[in-house]
């Protein structure tokens, strides 16, 4: 059975500090991959996706970036956090390939917790 | 104009009454994917149910099924026989033909009562 895993769970950092969160799949190969951010009380913003090592797609511009250097790997980075960097960080996974895309649920890990001070 | 719209923010149920979210879509490809999602207390997202544009009958799981009315645009999801631990945001979503990305909407917090 496939496993996402999110690391850390919890992150309190200074602004202007860099940021580096992991997600890693296991289970399945070639996974698509994606970061979400959720303030509180509030839905899910897509920030990036992947369909494959290297290929990053970005939904919003910002000051935080994606990289994807494994297979099921997959980093949500920043130079310097902001204040409103702050939320609810989720890595999620779908099936990848091209076939039935409209039927792949996406399922998602535990999530990071992260505070700008 | 926002492609998924859940219009009640929040909902106090009794415990053991029947739930129905309301999720209304908006798009124009044939082909999509409609998903709900419930987020408890704790933040990890659960999957709970799928249903495809082209099935012929409505999903179901377990105590979870979707209304799905095509014409309507709409893709209700139904809780029978609540129970406290239902307490939770659930979100609606969408993933429309063979797009790689799923659209989520803002969510219903769900309470139920003892």
């Known amino acids: 059975s496939q496993t996402i895993h999110q690391w850390p769970a919890t992150l309190v950092q200074p602004v202007g500090s860099p940021l580096s969160l992991e997600c890693t799949v296991e289970?399945?190969?070639?996974?698509?991959l994606y970061w979400y951010r959720q303030a509180a009380g509030r839905g899910l913003q897509l920030l990036f996706y992947s369909v494959g090592i290297g290929q990053i797609s970005s939904e919003v511009p910002q000051n935080l970036s994606a990289s994807r250097p494994q297979d099921r790997q997959f980093i949500l980075s920043s130079k310097k956090l902001l204040l409103s960097d702050s939320g609810f960080y989720l890595c999620?996974?779908?099936?990848?390939?091209?076939?039935?895309?409209?039927?792949?649920?996406?399922?998602f890990g535990p999530g990071t917790r992260l505070t700008v001070l | 104009a926002q492609k998924i719209t859940q219009t009640q923010p929040g909902m106090f149920v009794q415990e053991k009454e029947a739930v129905t979210l309301d999720c209304t879509y908006d798009t124009s490809d044939p082909s999509y994917g409609l998903f709900w999602y419930k987020q408890p207390s704790s933040g990890e997202m659960i999957f709970l149910i799928y249903?495809?544009?082209?099935?012929?009958q409505n999903a179901t799981e377990g105590r979870y099924s979707l209304n799905f009315q095509k014409a309507r645009k709409s893709a209700n999801l139904v809780i029978s026989a609540s129970q406290l631990g239902d307490s939770a945001m659930y979100f609606c979503a969408m993933r429309e033909g063979r797009d790689d990305k799923i659209i989520f909407g803002k969510g219903t917090r769900l309470h139920i009562l003892p």
């Open positions: 249903q495809g544009s082209y099935d012929q």
């Open positions: 999620a996974w779908s099936r990848g390939g091209a076939s039935g895309r409209g039927t792949d649920t996406q399922y």
């Open positions: 289970g399945t190969s070639n996974p698509n």
